[in-house]
T-cell receptor, first 110, second 113 residues
Framework: DAKTTQPPSMDCAEGRAANLPCNHSTISGNEYVYWYRQIHSQGPQYIIH???NNETNEMASLIITEDRKSSTLILPHATLRDTAVYYC???????????FGKGTLLTVNP | GAGVSQTPSNKVTEKGKYVELRCDPISGHTALYWYRQSLGQGPEFLIY????????DSGLPNDRFFAVRPEGSVSTLKIQRTERGDSAVYLC???????????FGEGSWLTVV
C-alpha cells in the first residue's frame, strides 16, 4: 500500500472547521484513502473512506484531489471531543489490513 | 454484539507468566485482526484470520506469541513467558471480509512488571 505523510500536530479552535491534510503521492488506481481517529485510551475509530470522489457522512467530509495524490479530512464544527490522533491510511481494494503511521494529533482548543 | 469486545480491559502480570487476551468480534464478521500499540506509536499489525485460519501471522514478533480462532468467531491471543517489553495495548478488530471496513475494539492494556 502507498505511504502517507501527515503533519505531526495541528490546532483548531472549538466551533471552527478542522482541515487535516494527507499526502499520498504514490497511490495506485485501486487504492482507497481511509481515515481513522484515536481518542486517548480508546481503540481506533473509523471515520470515512473514499476512492476518488468526495465523500461525506455524519462525522466528516473527505476531499480527494483530482490526481488523488492528496486528500483533506474536514470536521466542519470541531468540538473538544474531537481532540485525537487522526490517521490517514491508503489501502488496496482487496487488501485485508491497515498499516498505520504516526498520524496527526489534532488539539481542539476552547 | 454491537461492537468488538475485548477482555480483560486491563491486565497486570509478572515477568515470565502466561497471558491470554480475548476478542469477541462483531457478529457475522469473518475477518479478525490483532494489533499491538506501544506508547506514542500507531497500531502495528500482528495477525489476520479469515474464518478459523490464520491467513497472515507475519506481524507476530516471536514464537512466544500465538493466536487462535477455533470456531471462526472468538479469538484468543496467547503470550508465553511474558517480558517487560510486551507491555502495550493489544487491539482486536474485525471486518466483514477482505477489503471491508475494519472496526476496532477498545483494547486490552497489558502491563508486565
Amino acid at each position: 500500500d502507498a505511504k502517507t505523510t501527515q503533519p505531526p500536530s495541528m490546532d483548531c479552535a472549538e466551533g471552527r472547521a478542522a482541515n487535516l491534510p494527507c499526502n499520498h503521492s504514490t497511490i495506485s488506481g485501486n487504492e482507497y484513502v481511509y481515515w481513522y481517529r484515536q481518542i486517548h485510551s480508546q481503540g481506533p475509530q473509523y471515520i470515512i473512506h473514499g476512492l476518488k470522489n468526495n465523500e461525506t457522512n455524519e462525522m466528516a467530509s473527505l476531499i480527494i484531489t483530482e490526481d488523488r495524490k492528496s486528500s483533506t479530512l474536514i470536521l466542519p464544527h470541531a468540538t473538544l471531543r474531537d481532540t485525537a490522533v487522526y490517521y490517514c491510511i491508503v489501502r488496496g481494494g482487496s487488501n485485508y489490513k491497515l498499516t498505520f503511521g504516526k498520524g496527526t494529533l489534532l488539539t481542539v482548543n476552547p | 454484539g454491537a461492537g468488538v469486545s475485548q477482555t480483560p480491559s486491563n491486565k497486570v502480570t509478572e515477568k515470565g507468566k502466561y497471558v491470554e487476551l480475548r476478542c469477541d468480534p462483531i457478529s457475522g464478521h469473518t475477518a479478525l485482526y490483532w494489533y499491538r500499540q506501544s506508547l506514542g506509536q500507531g497500531p502495528e499489525f500482528l495477525i489476520y484470520f479469515q474464518g478459523t485460519g490464520a491467513a497472515d501471522d507475519s506481524g507476530l514478533p516471536n514464537d512466544r506469541f500465538f493466536a487462535v480462532r477455533p470456531e471462526g468467531s472468538v479469538s484468543t491471543l496467547k503470550i508465553q513467558r511474558t517480558e517487560r517489553g510486551d507491555s502495550a495495548v493489544y487491539l482486536c478488530a474485525s471486518s466483514g471480509g477482505p477489503g471491508n471496513t475494519i472496526y476496532f475494539g477498545e483494547g486490552s492494556w497489558l502491563t508486565v512488571v
